[in-house]
């Protein structure tokens, strides 16, 4: 197969790029090598919605499962406007290399619906996602793929997946999905995960950086479930929250955004702009602000060739998946910045994912105080491991953490072997 094959789009081609070199420098066995550069299955469904108005609108989706050698596939379902099968196959590499990395048994998967959640009713959105779920039901299952919350999805997404799946079974079945509503088997902590995560890598990366985390100047591109957390979080330890943004606009407060009364403004009009006080600000400018920490939770590719070399930040924390491009990222580098890869900074959202699935295959549930402290032990275990992998080898965090993941999904090709 050749990147002309029909899981051909840039982030594929980024993901692919990133796996040869990574693949180069591991002396991966070429077989192996050969094997994880595309999906093991791909399925497309096309998804009839009633809508509002009485009509029926057909939406395409999309579930692909990247490799099943460590055990049963994992990974988010996104509802947005530019979903293709070459991005969501790009985001199933990733969740292999990511759930590998934090040593998860588990192989990458994602799921994507084209379509513009923002101008869908609720009852719109029960409808496709129920239909979804439907359609792609023969790739689901507790012990064969989990999805999860993730851009443009929910708590009540997962509730209505877990709700149409069960009722095919005739009986509740909760551990088809993780990131679901407390009441029908979620986990303690799940909502904060991703965010959380993210503090703990950069507490970690401020230290090896001789640096104190108090005190340091933070941007936020992203008030979502995942910069929302994290700015949160980052403000009660001290940081200056200077900027943040989410999809109307930014705002921009040299003395300190306070986050509990932003969250209220938000409450209150949806969305970050306007917050009294603060001067607007808009997204793209936000990126290359002066600033300590920039963290880039929003959508993909938002540091890019064109603003990469005005990034002040000294250290970014890849709150999104794919924030930052290749050339950017090789910007950043010889900038001397300090970049927490995705796969490594988002990942306190899967690895809380775990641990509701243990818990719901158990049906014995942790208190959320045991589930933080384990959170932060698997997250700078992980950021650890990474770091000293980069000093030995030399190389960036990004190169290192690929390193880990690619490593261990190609040991368990390697043992496994080629069936039949
Ligand atoms: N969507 C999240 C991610 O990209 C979480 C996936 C999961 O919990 O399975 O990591």
């Given at each position: 197969?050749n ?12 993901a692919?790029?990133q796996?040869?070199?990574v693949a180069?420098r591991?002396g991966?066995d070429?077989?192996?090598?050969g094997r994880l ?6 399925l497309v469904?096309s998804?009839?919605?009633r809508?509002?108005s009485g009509k029926?609108?057909?939406?395409v989706?999309y ?24 991005e969501?196959?790009?985001l199933?590499m990733l969740m ?6 934090m040593?998860l048994p ?7 619906v084209?379509?513009?959640?923002r101008?869908l009713?609720?009852q719109?959105?029960e409808?496709l996602?129920r239909?979804?779920t439907?359609?792609i039901?023969l ?13 443009g999805?929910?708590e ?9 799946y ?9 551990g088809?999905?993780?990131g679901?509503p407390?009441i029908?088997g979620g ?12 503090v703990?890598?950069l507490?970690?990366?401020?230290r090896?950086?001789?640096q104190e985390?108090?005190g340091?100047k933070v941007?936020v ?10 700015a949160r979080?980052l403000?009660?330890?001290?940081c200056?929250?200077v ?7 930014g705002i921009?407060?040299?003395d300190g ?9 938000v409450?209150?009009t949806?969305s ?6 603060s001067e607007?600000?808009s997204?793209s ?6 600033c300590?920490v920039l963290?880039?939770a929003a959508?993909?590719?938002q540091?890019h060739e064109g ?15 794919g924030p930052?491009?290749?050339?950017a990222?090789v910007i950043?580098r010889?900038r001397?910045?300090?970049?927490i890869?995705d796969?490594?900074?988002?990942a306190?959202?899967v690895?809380?994912?775990y641990f509701?699935?243990v818990?719901?295959?158990q049906y014995?549930?942790?208190r ?13 275990r992980?950021?650890n491991r ?5 000093s ?7 190169t290192?953490?690929?390193m880990?993941?690619i490593k261990?999904v190609?040991?368990g ?8």
């Amino acid at each position: 197969m050749n990147a002309n094959s029909e899981f051909d789009s840039e982030l594929h081609r980024t993901a692919i790029a990133q796996l040869d070199r990574v693949a180069a420098r591991l002396g991966l066995d070429a077989d192996i090598h050969g094997r994880l550069r595309y999906p093991r299955r791909a399925l497309v469904v096309s998804i009839p919605v009633r809508m509002d108005s009485g009509k029926t609108e057909v939406f395409v989706g999309y579930r692909v499962h990247h490799n099943t050698v460590l055990g049963p596939t994992k990974g988010g379902l996104r509802y947005a406007p530019d979903v293709d099968l070459g991005e969501v196959s790009a985001l199933a590499m990733l969740m292999s290399w990511k759930c590998a990395l934090m040593s998860l048994p588990y192989g990458g998967a994602k799921g994507g619906v084209r379509c513009d959640p923002r101008k869908l009713s609720m009852q719109e959105k029960e409808n496709l996602t129920r239909r979804y779920t439907a359609e792609i039901i023969l790739m689901i299952g507790p012990d064969l793929d989990i999805p999860a919350p993730d851009l443009g999805t929910d708590e009540q997404t997962m509730a209505w997946m877990m709700d149409t799946y069960s009722m095919t079974q005739g009986k509740s079945v909760p551990g088809v999905v993780t990131g679901k509503p407390l009441i029908v088997g979620g986990s303690a902590g799940r909502r904060e995960a991703t965010g959380r995560g993210i503090v703990y890598t950069l507490y970690q990366a401020a230290r090896h950086l001789g640096q104190e985390l108090r005190g340091r100047k933070v941007v936020v591109q992203g008030f979502g479930n995942v910069g929302a957390v994290a700015a949160r979080l980052l403000w009660r330890e001290g940081c200056t929250i200077v900027g943040i943004s989410d999809v109307k606009g930014g705002i921009w407060k040299p003395d300190g955004i306070d986050i509990r009364q932003l969250e209220a403004h938000v409450a209150e009009t949806g969305s970050v702009t306007g917050f009294p006080g603060s001067e607007p600000i808009s997204n793209s400018d936000l990126i290359t602000q002066p600033c300590d920490v920039l963290i880039p939770a929003a959508v993909g590719g938002q540091i890019h060739e064109g603003n990469a070399d005005r990034v002040k930040a000294s250290i970014v924390a890849e709150g999104a998946n794919g924030p930052t491009t290749p050339e950017a990222d090789v910007i950043l580098r010889e900038r001397g910045a300090t970049v927490i890869p995705d796969i490594l900074c988002n990942a306190g959202g899967v690895v809380v994912s775990y641990f509701e699935w243990v818990q719901g295959l158990q049906y014995y549930f942790w208190r959320e105080s045991e589930i933080t402290a384990r959170l932060q032990e698997v997250m700078t275990r992980a950021f650890n491991r990474v770091w000293a992998l980069g000093s030995k080898e030399g190389v960036d965090l990004r190169t290192a953490a690929l390193m880990e993941g690619i490593k261990r999904v190609a040991e368990g090709y390697k043992v496994r072997g080629l069936y039949p």
